[in-house]
């Protein structure tokens, strides 16, 4: 017990230092330690988390970036045909109007020819008609006489023949 | 010039005696408490100042518990007591450097002598507190045991029947674990008080020897064995507490 007096050992002052302790000990466990712990573990799972989003972010942007490769080659592809198509059809189209262009003339030619056949025919038998007129007029001049038909029929062969 | 290995009482509340150890013990601890309730208050998602460095040292700390125990949850049970244990070992160590430790006191009487009674002095410069604090390890230690291991399993690694595979020899090795539990205490409360209390006088005999330039190196020195010290409270109560928690192989 001696010794521990010259040590400066005192039963009061070491319960205030070990009650002193026991106080930080506490308060720092409950304010400070697991505040904080928390926090830290809340955060890095937080930033986990993150870095999770970001890889299947990524993963996806990848995806769809691929898939509208692919959807813009299948329009393209699609308009091409589309275009083809079009060009065809427009062609058939100018073709047939081209071809029914060519038979209405065809036609009106003929028609014309046709026509002009027969006012030519009419023209002939017109002028056929009043030549034996003038002929037979003048004849009756020239003879003094009136021809008839008989006559007539016989003198208009005689000059047609000749 | 007056060296004392006890701690000088400064005046008396009630019946307990308040010496300048237990004076800075309070301030520290006190000074602790404020200063991480309310960094706690305003913790923010991006740390900026004191909480980097409070995050840093936590992390750190928590890893390296980690790293001993091998188990996350023995490492947030133990985290507390060391995380404590070294902050306020630390802080009470480096209490001790402030200028005007040793020297601003009350002119009173100590042992006889007129003297000055410095009003602080280093919490672990006081046998009362290494003593208190080492006691209360062994006891958490052994309680920690029983915890994690039973009554029992925990007795049985002091009290070996000699009549089992090692005979008297695990008994005997038994009787000396529990003696070294003791001893346990002796040596955690004289080397934080030893290194301490050594670093302080040297500082004291520097000081009076050449009162410039020369005690700086020695200052420096102080610094880190104030770290030192509290790190090996530290990691040896981690180390304790672990080998508790362990069954021993027979």
Same mark, same amino acid.
């Given at each position: ?6 040590? #400066? ?33 809340? =955060? ?5 988390? #993150? ?60 028609? #014309?020819?046709? =026509? ?16 034996? #007129? ?29 | ?10 005046? *008396? ?5 308040? !010496? ?20 706690? *208050? ?11 460095? +409070? ?31 070294? %902050? ?34 280093? !919490? ?5 507190? !290494? %003593?208190?604090?080492?006691?209360? +390890? ?5 309680? *920690? ?17 000699? %009549? ?6 695990? *008994? ?9 539990? +003791? ?17 302080? +006088? ?49």
């Amino acid at each position: 017990m001696e010794i521990l007096a010259k040590l #400066g050992i005192d039963w009061k002052l070491l319960l205030a230092q070990g009650v002193n302790f026991a106080i930080l000990f506490f308060v720092l466990k409950h304010f400070a330690y697991k505040p904080m712990l928390d926090f830290l573990m809340k =955060r890095s799972e937080r930033i986990e988390q #993150g870095l999770k989003d970001a890889d299947t972010a990524k993963e996806k942007l990848v995806q769809v970036s691929e898939e509208e490769k692919k959807i813009l080659q299948l329009a393209r592809e699609e308009a091409k045909a589309l275009i083809a198509e079009a060009e065809k059809d427009a062609k058939e189209r100018s073709q047939k109007r081209e071809e029914a262009t060519e038979a209405k003339v065809a036609a009106l030619l003929l028609e #014309g020819e046709k =026509r002009l056949n027969e006012e030519r025919v009419k023209m002939l038998d017109g002028a056929k008609a009043e030549i034996a #007129g003038l002929v037979m007029t003048a004849l009756e001049k020239v003879l003094h006489e009136k021809v008839d038909s008989t006559k007539d029929q016989e003198l208009i062969a005689r000059m047609t023949n000749k | 010039m007056e060296i004392s290995i006890a701690a000088e009482k400064l005046f *008396t509340l009630g019946a307990l005696p308040i !010496t300048n150890a237990l004076l800075i013990g309070g301030i520290v601890s006190g000074l602790l408490m404020i200063v991480f309730t309310r960094l706690m *208050t305003r913790l923010q998602e991006v740390p900026k100042g004191l909480q980097n460095v +409070v995050e840093v040292v936590f992390e750190a700390l928590l890893d390296l518990i980690q790293n001993v125990t091998q188990d996350k949850k023995q490492a947030l049970q133990f985290f507390p007591l060391i995380a404590t244990i070294f %902050l306020f070992v630390l802080f009470s160590n480096w209490a001790g450097l402030l200028p005007g430790l040793g020297t601003v006191g009350i002119y009173g009487e100590h042992n006889g002598h007129h003297t000055i009674i410095p009003f602080l002095r280093s !919490t672990s410069a006081d046998l009362n507190f !290494t %003593l208190a604090l080492s006691v209360m +390890v062994v006891l958490v230690v052994q309680f *920690t045991g029983i915890a994690a291991l039973g009554i029992t399993k925990y007795a049985g690694k002091f009290f070996v029947s000699p %009549l089992h595979k090692p005979y008297v020899i695990g *008994t005997f090795v038994g009787v000396l674990e529990l003696i070294s539990e +003791v001893g346990k205490t002796i040596s955690f409360t004289f080397r934080l008080f030893g290194n301490v209390f050594a670093g302080e +006088v040297l500082l004291t005999v520097m000081l009076h020897l050449v009162p410039y330039i020369l005690p700086l190196p020695f200052l420096f020195l102080e610094v880190f064995v104030g770290v030192i010290q509290a790190v090996v409270f530290a990691m040896l109560t981690l180390v304790f507490l672990k080998m508790a928690t362990v069954e021993i192989e027979h």
